[in-house]
């Protein structure tokens, strides 16, 4: 018998709810970090000191959409992480990708004024 051949693995229900679990904590907690440092990359350039200072070149996101967006990620990771596990597997991992998109695209649309 050959022992090096490559047995494919299969989750067990707990595993996958436990990593849907772990990927929508890390979301909540790399949202305001990803918020933050976007933030500080647009406000260290030329152009998002000229648009403080000057209210110039300013970016052209309206501020609707980044609320949206923020509180897209928010509610989706807080939906991912109170659903209740065992149900819904393939729902939970929607929502996370949800929170996952909407939190880029907010990073996205933040960096976009730099």
Do not use: H
């Amino acid at each position: 018998m050959n022992t090096m051949t490559p047995q494919p693995v299969t989750l067990t229900q707990r595993q996958k709810d436990r990593f849907i679990t772990g990927w929508s904590l890390a979301g909540i907690l790399l949202l305001l970090p990803i918020v933050v440092l976007s933030w500080m990359v647009v406000l260290s350039g030329e152009r998002g000191s000229r648009c403080v200072e000057y209210g110039e070149q300013c970016s052209t996101v309206p501020g609707w959409a980044l609320y949206l967006a923020f509180f897209v990620a928010v509610g989706a990771g807080i939906t991912a992480l109170v659903w209740p596990r065992g149900t819904a597997t393939y729902a939970r991992a929607t929502t996370v990708f949800l929170q996952w998109g909407a939190q880029l695209a907010l990073g996205a649309m933040i960096l976009d004024g730099a």
